[in-house]
């Protein structure tokens, strides 16, 4: 392989994996801060209701986003499996295939988010007074989600070549531009939301186009070719690993969705109900960045168990599993410790306001314990990515949300009205619910895979 560090199947397993980890992690962290810019800009020199355009609209191209990221994973992980096995004559078909796949998709989402954006502004329950400028930026971003999902499709093609650090060079160079964009379209031009949508849609292009233009510019690993761009078989290979994945990730936005219903009906009086809303809202953001590490974990760790699983070597991958863990059960200790005896001084990061801060921190007390039990869970997911097994993923994923995670805030959101606490410790139960769902089907599966190698 041209590049050894793009080959987990020998040297230090710690070493490998964390020097992979990092820089996904890196990456997720830029779009995290990348995320933010818009509303930022927006509320220092536009309007309320265009921060809450922003705000809903973003939602709606996010959640598009992460399902598609969701599909693209078996992208990764089918080229992880190829280049430990030596296959590296099909991958220019896999990443063939993606694209043509991808592109399809994002034609299809174009026609959907310019032709039906006031409808889907409804759905989304966009304020009356910023409806129309949501409707705005959908369609602005719908026209340009071509270069979106492009983008995020090559960098998953570099992740499953085992290439953490290009994505994050785009990632940074997409930052860099959105926030100059964003500063000229909305303080300078004074374009509002349209100029922020058009900040996104611009350095997302860019990006694209340099990822496009490195690719040709690099030695690759693998030949590929404009006739490897046709629906062959092995679209039906990534698709088949990628779907549950998906799927999984929309139930995951839904049940999130259903979560901040039960939480926006809490309260014996007005005050506390707008105060726990409010108080969510707030610490949502917080546990958006707690969640950063499992989620690089995870990306990591399926790219790092797909290269051993081709090429043979399944304790290497069952030692790197219990790696991940470890590094990620580490850090996530410092997070519960900052979340739950610090919840509301990170609060006041975002708020002045000590009632909204009182209740973000109830809710990161219940919460905190999330940092650790989900590095465990995302270990073992990253595991079973590895192996192809995304059925089983999609499975005890549905279980936690429908059998655990909904039922246990539901019932906490009616019993404890006042309280967050326990509506945010449903999600370490139920991951604690899906730890004792993998640990059980490891000790089956772990046993045939060793038998086999």
Known sequence: ???????????????????????????LVLQTMYGAVDILVVGWFGTDESISAVSTGS?????????????????????GRYIGEGKKEHIGRVIGGAILTFFAIALVLTIVLVCFAPGLA???????????????YIRICGGGIVFIIGYNLVSS???????????????????????????????????????????????????LILSVWMCRKIELP??????????????????????????QELLTQISFMCLLAFINGMGSTEAIRLASSSGYGIA????AIIMLVPSALMQSMS??????????KERRAQKAMGYGMLLGGTIGIVMTAAAFFGGQALSSLFTDNVAYQMKAAEYLQGFSLEAIVTSILFSFIGYY????????????????????????????????????????????????????????????????ELDKA
Request: with cysteine; glycine share 8%; charged share 10%.
């Open 1 to 27: 392989m041209e590049d050894n560090n793009m080959d987990f199947t020998t040297g230090s397993i710690f070493r490998k994996l964390s020097g992979f980890m990092l820089p996904i992690l890196g990456a």
């Open 59 to 79: 939602s709606l191209i996010n959640m598009i986003v992460f399902i598609l990221s969701g599909l693209a994973m078996g992208v990764t992980v089918l080229m």
């Open 122 to 136: 409804s759905l989304m329950q966009a304020p009356p007074a910023a409806h129309d400028k949501t409707v705005l």
């Open 157 to 207: 093609i570099f992740r499953g070549m085992g290439n953490s650090r290009m994505p994050l060079l785009f990632v940074g160079i997409a930052c860099i531009i959105n926030v100059f964009a964003d500063l000229l379209f909305v303080a300078v031009f004074h374009w509002d939301i349209a100029g922020a949508a058009l900040a996104t849609v611009m350095a997302q292009a860019v990006s």
């Open 222 to 247: 693998f030949k590929f070719s404009k006739s490897d761009i046709c629906l062959s078989s092995e679209v039906k290979k990534f698709v088949l690993l990628g779907l549950p994945i998906a799927f």
């Open 284 to 287: 949502n953001k917080i546990t």
């Open 303 to 312: 790219s790092f168990i797909a290269q051993n699983v081709g090429a043979g």
């Open 385 to 448: 990515n590895g192996h192809n097994q995304t059925m089983f993923v999609m499975l005890q994923g549905m279980a936690q949300s429908f059998l655990v995670r909904l039922p246990m805030a539901y019932i906490m959101s009616q019993k404890m009205q006042d309280s967050l606490v326990y509506i945010g410790a449903a999600a370490p139960t139920a991951t604690v619910f899906g730890i004792l769902i993998n640990f059980i089907y490891f000790l089956f599966y772990s046993k045939k």
